[in-house]
Nanobody, 127 residues
């Protein structure tokens, strides 16, 4: 069983940047991802990465060009670099891990496919 611990959330003004980190207790899942949930809204997939490959990534349209997901296998850590933050990015951000195919991880990541979740880290962006 893997434990995921997120960090790096906080409050920033619009246009600012934050980097979220997710430390896994073990590296044994080929798909890692970030999801977010704002109050009153459904959980939304943000970005995923398959086996640490920068070419095997998925981004939600709302974050393309602003967010970058990366993975350091040696450190068993996944990062989400968030630039040009907007107030609509305000949410609780969750790290997730699962065993998915490349196709599913890169094109159709569904929250139900991820078996392990972190406790979440809050990101608040003010206008």
């Amino acid at each position: 069983q893997v434990q995921l611990v997120e960090s790096g959330g906080g409050s920033v003004q619009g246009g600012g940047s934050l980097r979220l980190s997710c430390k896994a207790s073990t590296y044994s899942y080929n798909c890692m991802g970030w999801f977010r949930q704002a109050p009153g809204k459904e959980r939304e997939r943000v970005a995923t990465i398959w086996s640490g490959d920068p070419a095997g990534t998925y981004y939600a349209d709302s974050v393309k060009g602003r967010f970058t997901i990366s993975q350091d296998k040696v450190k068993s850590t996944v990062y989400l670099q968030m630039n040009s933050l907007k107030p609509e990015d305000t949410a609780m951000y969750y790290c997730a891990a699962g065993s998915l195919t490349l196709y599913s991880c890169r094109y159709l990541p569904q929250s139900d496919d991820f078996g392990y979740w972190g406790q979440g880290t809050q990101v608040t962006v003010s206008s």
